[in-house]
């Protein structure tokens, strides 16, 4: 009996080590960047975007936004990552050194016009994040202008569901894929219609993932995997009568 006490007690002290580091897991080391601002005081500037995610207040992003220099943008596989900021190191910091959290929604391109250190913030291989303006001045002065920050990659906490708007034409599907928790960068979509089977999608730029399948008059089902390697699935997200414009709500990763 005292030995399977003790078994138990071990597997228990296992289980929740094993646990702590999966809750973990995907929160990444501080590295050093740099972090100007765009978009206006209102942020309307920084809708649209190289991600393609459109109208970012309705698309569940508000103001909490950063446009990513090409080393981190990852010719937009980035798109959707969230990421901690802090100011550091300049008397333009806010006192305390409050942290900002966003996420990747757009590309911060290079200016080759301009030295790396003077203008040329995105230039390669900087790392760099264009803030929203609402958002930089959370951490910083409006005059300073650019700011050095600690940065680190953590984990989107999002409200409800993952979000699937689906345009094209009945030969080629395009699904925006949006509101995505956990690792928040998507490296894989599948799609599956109530007449076919799992077929493989291709991402066309941004989060938007393509297939040229006829799909119409189908409810379609859709598996999602994001950078940490998991998958979530959700089943039956569109009615068979679903009509291209629209935009479904599916399931979403726990955080």
Same mark, same amino acid.
């Not at 040329?120 to 291989?125: D, E, I, S, V």
């Not at 291709?202 to 297939?211: A, D, E, M």
């Not at 599916?250 to 955080?255: A, C, D, L, Q, W």
């Given at each position: 009996?005292?030995?399977?006490?003790?078994?138990c007690?071990?597997?228990?002290?296992?289980?929740s080590?094993a646990?702590?580091?999966?809750?973990?897991?995907?929160v990444?080391?501080?590295?050093?960047?740099?972090a100007?601002?765009?978009?206006?005081?209102?942020?309307?500037g920084t809708?649209?975007?190289?991600?393609?995610?459109?109208?970012?207040?309705?698309?569940?992003?508000g103001i909490?936004?950063?446009?990513?220099?090409?080393a981190?943008f990852?010719?937009?596989?980035?798109?959707?990552?969230c990421?901690e900021?802090k100011?550091?190191?300049t008397k333009w910091?806010? %006192?305390?050194?409050p942290?900002?959290?966003?996420?990747?929604?757009?590309?911060?391109?290079?200016?080759?016009?301009q030295?790396?250190?003077n203008g040329?913030?995105?230039?390669?291989?900087r790392?760099?994040?264009?803030?929203?303006?609402?958002?930089?001045?959370?951490i910083?002065?409006?005059?300073?202008?650019?700011?050095?920050?600690?940065y680190r990659r953590?984990?989107?906490?999002?409200r409800g569901?993952?979000?699937?708007?689906i345009?094209?034409?009945?030969?080629?599907?395009?699904v925006?894929?949006?509101?995505?928790?956990?690792?928040g960068?998507?490296?894989?979509?599948?799609?599956?219609?109530?007449?076919?089977?799992?077929?493989p999608m291709?991402?066309?730029?941004?989060?938007?993932?393509?297939?040229d399948?006829v799909l119409?008059?189908?409810?379609? %089902?859709?598996?999602?995997?994001t950078?940490?390697?998991?998958?979530?699935?959700?089943?039956n997200?569109?009615?068979?009568k679903w009509?291209f414009g629209q935009?479904?709500t599916?399931?979403?990763?726990?955080?």
């Open positions: 009996m005292a030995s399977m006490t003790v078994l007690i071990v597997s228990l002290i296992a289980f080590t646990f702590v580091v999966d809750a973990t897991s995907h990444g080391p501080w590295k050093s960047a740099h100007t601002f765009y978009g206006g005081g209102d942020a309307t809708m649209g975007g190289a991600c393609g995610y459109g109208n970012l207040y309705s698309d569940g992003y909490n936004t950063a446009a990513l220099s090409t981190l990852n010719n937009g596989l980035s798109c959707g990552a990421f900021l100011c550091v190191n910091c806010h %006192s305390g050194r942290s900002i959290f966003v996420t990747a929604t757009n590309f911060c391109p290079p200016n080759w016009a030295a790396n250190d040329g913030w995105c230039n390669p291989p790392a760099h994040f264009d803030l929203s303006q609402p958002i930089f001045l959370k910083a002065e409006y005059s300073a202008g650019i700011v050095p920050v600690a953590v984990p989107c906490r999002k569901g993952m979000r699937f708007k345009s094209g034409n009945p030969y080629f599907n395009l925006l894929i949006t509101n995505v928790a956990g690792a960068n998507i490296v894989k979509v599948s799609v599956k219609g109530s007449k076919t089977g799992w077929m291709s991402r066309n730029w941004g989060q938007n993932w393509q297939i399948t119409v008059g189908q409810s379609l %089902s859709f598996s999602v995997k950078s940490d390697g998991r998958t979530t699935t959700s089943w997200v569109t009615p068979s009509q935009s479904y599916g399931n979403n990763f726990s955080v």
